[in-house]
C-alpha cells in the first residue's frame, strides 16, 4: 500500500529568524529569541566599555594611618604636622 504524507491545509506558519522554529507569535519571532538578540547586543557593548575600563589606572586605595599632602600629594603619617615639602597641616590661629 502506498502512503504519501498528509497535504499542509492552510497557512504556512513563519519560521524564527534566530533558532529556525515554527513561530506563533505575531512579529515572527519568538519572544524569548527576541530578548536573547537584544542582550546579545548589549553585551558586545558592555564588552568594549569593560574592555576601555581596564586600560585606566584604578585608584589606590587609602591607607591605614595616612593622609594626603595637598602641596605635594605624597602620602605621609597622620600624626606628622608637616610635610618634607613644607606643608603644615597645623591649623592656622586666628588672633
Request: net charge positive.
Amino acid at each position: 500500500m502506498n502512503h504519501s504524507k498528509p497535504k499542509v491545509l492552510g497557512p504556512v506558519r513563519p519560521t524564527c529568524p534566530v533558532c529556525g522554529e515554527t513561530t506563533y507569535s505575531r512579529g515572527g519571532i519568538h519572544p524569548q529569541c527576541a530578548v536573547n538578540r537584544a542582550d546579545q547586543a548589549d553585551r558586545v557593548v558592555l564588552k568594549a566599555r569593560n574592555a576601555a575600563l581596564a586600560i585606566l589606572p584604578m585608584p589606590q586605595a587609602k591607607k591605614q594611618w595616612t593622609k594626603r599632602c595637598p602641596g605635594c600629594q605624597h602620602e605621609v603619617h597622620v600624626r606628622l604636622a608637616t610635610c618634607e615639602c613644607g606643608h603644615s597641616f597645623r591649623p592656622k590661629r586666628a588672633g
